[in-house]
């Protein structure tokens, strides 16, 4: 569970276990905490007294949640990136238009981060909420964000994060997903066939900024049955034309 650092802060690492487990649990009380982490009741008492104090953790009787304080620096962190604000209303015409889940992704880490989800009139539930992170590898929108990505910066992505199977279908292997990320660029458009989640179908396009550098991506997802990737077909038309507005957008905002 605890994920060490070259130069680890312990007290910091531990208070950040503590409201993961939290948020991991869904709630917890302090023995339920202090047995997942493996430490002393006494300690984790500590750290949750001073995240209670400090606004971050709340209690209810004798079970402990993360705060609703984390919203507010969430928002805040997904209103830095200009290309939020800019593509919101298009995202919402991708989900009316297409009636099914329409997202905004962009790379922090290494990893996806949804920050923005619409779903149309006949969209199924997906995980696609703001601030789920994901393995770039295993999606659509994530394939488009490396294509476009320097080589170097995706070797470190790479070397650092591995490529692990989401779905028996994800790729796994290096090779298979350079010459994937070949036809991202040759197609203009990325997709990932069951390879996060198993009987769903995404595609996706990249979204660039005014000098050329790909600061998202942009995708509609549903099932594998009503999901066409067909490179000539109608929802790239879709996607292309909401690219084109965003950037235009980034480029004269």
């Known amino acids: 569970m605890t994920r060490e650092s070259p130069t680890p802060v312990r007290t910091t690492a531990r208070s950040f276990d503590i409201i993961e487990t939290l948020r ?3 709630g917890a009380r302090l023995t339920e905490v202090s047995a ?3 430490l002393p009741d006494s300690t ?16 209810d009787d004798n079970t402990y949640y ?9 928002e805040y962190a997904r209103s830095r990136r200009k290309v939020y ?5 298009e995202i919402d015409k991708l989900a009316d238009e297409t009636e099914e889940s329409a997202n905004l992704l962009v790379e922090e880490g290494g990893r996806g981060v949804y920050i923005y989800n619409a779903r149309g009139g006949d969209a199924i539930p997906l995980d696609t909420h703001p601030g789920k992170r994901v393995p770039l590898h ?3 929108l994530g394939k488009a964000v490396l294509a476009y990505l320097p080589e170097s910066r995706v070797d470190e992505i790479f070397d650092r994060l591995g490529l692990p199977a989401e779905t028996p279908k994800t790729i796994t292997d290096r090779e298979e997903l350079r ?4 036809n991202v660029r040759e197609n203009g458009r ?3 066939d069951e390879e996060r989640v198993p009987g769903i179908r995404c595609v996706a396009v990249a979204i660039k900024n005014e000098n050329g550098q790909v600061i998202g991506a942009i995708s509609v997802s549903g099932p594998t049955s009503r999901i066409d990737a067909d490179p000539d077909g109608p929802l790239l038309d879709d996607l292309l034309r909401a690219k084109n507005i965003i950037e235009l957008k980034l480029a004269h905002a």
Request: charged share 25%.
């Open 24 to 26: 991991e649990l869904d």
């Open 36 to 38: 997942h982490l493996d």
């Open 44 to 59: 984790v008492h500590n750290h949750l007294r001073t995240l209670v104090q400090r606004g971050y953790v709340v209690r």
């Open 66 to 74: 993360v705060s609703l304080q984390f919203l507010d620096f969430g």
């Open 85 to 89: 604000e800019l593509a919101k209303s």
């Open 138 to 140: 295993a999606t659509a």
């Open 179 to 182: 010459a994937e990320l070949e």
């Open 190 to 192: 990325a997709v990932d």
